[in-house]
């Protein structure tokens, strides 16, 4: 059974300290709180200064460049102590439960190291999972188009066998979304108890179990027509 104590979150925030301190909140029954600023506007910093203030459970990382999504996700893994990680953006609420809904669905899935809590917004990652993967973008140029997560998710798909997207996205019309429906994962293969990776509250996959948490800066009332249990 995994506590709060036994993960550490790490938030990634670029001239949105804003977001933060609205976030924040939501994360504070966690003993550690990373926050990694890419170069952020000085009074986007000094937000997040008064937010550590309030909190000594807050560790501040200024980074004097930009480093983008992927790399910053690699130093908040390398930083943290803890051999379990919560990487999330920081326009991300965390709802009630969560620790509840985490150990549930350890239970069902004990071999997970890679829970995407709300897709690639919100990832708990095990360390052991950069051992066997490597680290966020190390194929990234490699990768066409070059989006920030296209890298890994195709790293994914090759080890597992399967897209994680079960379903295409309600805009795949046609004969297009035939031609995708075809070759789409079944509940059965997505839900085996042997699965090292989960996705939860996914607009286009099969969850049985989902965690409370919303994008604040985006409309998803779509996870409360697909995903409707949150775990129960």
């Known amino acids: 059974m995994l506590t709060y104590d036994d993960i550490t979150v790490g938030m990634v925030n670029f001239n949105r300290s804003h977001l933060v301190k609205e976030t924040l909140p939501s994360y504070f029954d966690f003993k550690k ?4 600023d890419n170069n952020s506007e000085l009074h986007y ?25 992927p790399e910053a996700l690699n130093q908040l893994i390398i930083r943290s102590k ?20 985490l150990n549930k669905l350890l239970e069902w899935k004990p071999n997970l190291e890679q829970i995407y809590v709300h897709t690639f917004d919100t990832m708990l990652f095990h360390k052991k999972t950069i ?9 990234q140029n490699q990768v066409h188009p070059v ?9 994914l798909v090759e080890y597992l066998g399967y897209s994680p997207y079960v379903h295409p996205g309600d805009h795949i019309v046609g004969a297009e979304r ?3 429906l075809k070759y789409v994962s079944t509940k059965e293969t997505m839900e085996r ?16 179990i989902n965690f409370d948490i919303a994008e604040t800066t985006r409309d998803h009332s779509y996870i409360a027509k697909y995903n409707k249990n949150k775990g129960e």
């Open 178 to 180: 035939e031609k995708r």
């Open 45 to 69: 910093r000094i937000i997040l200064e008064a937010c550590a203030v309030k909190n000594k459970n807050i560790d501040l990382v200024f980074c004097n460049q930009n480093v983008g999504w």
């Open 82 to 101: 803890t051999d379990w990680v919560l990487l999330t953006a920081e326009d991300m609420m965390l709802g009630k439960g969560f620790i509840e809904t």
């Open 33 to 36: 709180i990373l926050i990694w």
């Open 131 to 139: 051992a066997r993967f490597g680290w966020w973008e190390e194929r």
């Open 147 to 155: 989006a920030e997560d296209d890298d890994w998710y195709l790293r």
């Open 193 to 208: 108890p042997d699965n090292i990776s989960y996705f939860s509250n996914c607009r286009w996959g099969i969850s049985s």
